[in-house]
């Protein structure tokens, strides 16, 4: 039992700090007379790319042609008919381009 305890008592001092580290890191302050936490920044997440005309036509198509393979309730058939309106305002706007 002694040995156990001993081996937790290891393992939490080895296990703590490492973990504490990982949240954060600590900064003493002189006029608390204590150590602060200071949380670590959070990383920037890129926004995501503006889809092309191209991208959109690619996708859709493929999600109608999905949509009317499985075509058996009147969801699926809104969805499809959503992809073929998606599909002709990018058609629309390559035209508009060129």
């Not at 580290?21 to 790319?49: C, D, M, N």
């Not at 191209?54 to 198509?61: F, L």
Request: glycine share 4%; proline share 5%.
């Amino acid at each position: 039992m002694k040995r156990f305890t001993l081996a937790v008592i290891a393992l939490f001092a080895i296990v703590l700090p490492a973990a504490a580290s990982a949240q954060g890191h600590t900064v003493y302050r002189p006029e608390l007379r204590t150590y602060i936490f200071v949380p670590a920044e959070a990383k920037a997440v890129a926004a995501p790319a503006a889809e092309t005309p191209a991208d959109v036509i690619a996708r859709h198509t493929a999600m109608a042609i999905g949509y009317r393979a499985n075509a058996n309730d009147r969801g699926i058939a809104i969805a499809a008919a959503h992809c073929d309106r998606m599909v002709a305002e990018a058609r629309e706007a390559l035209r508009k381009n060129q």
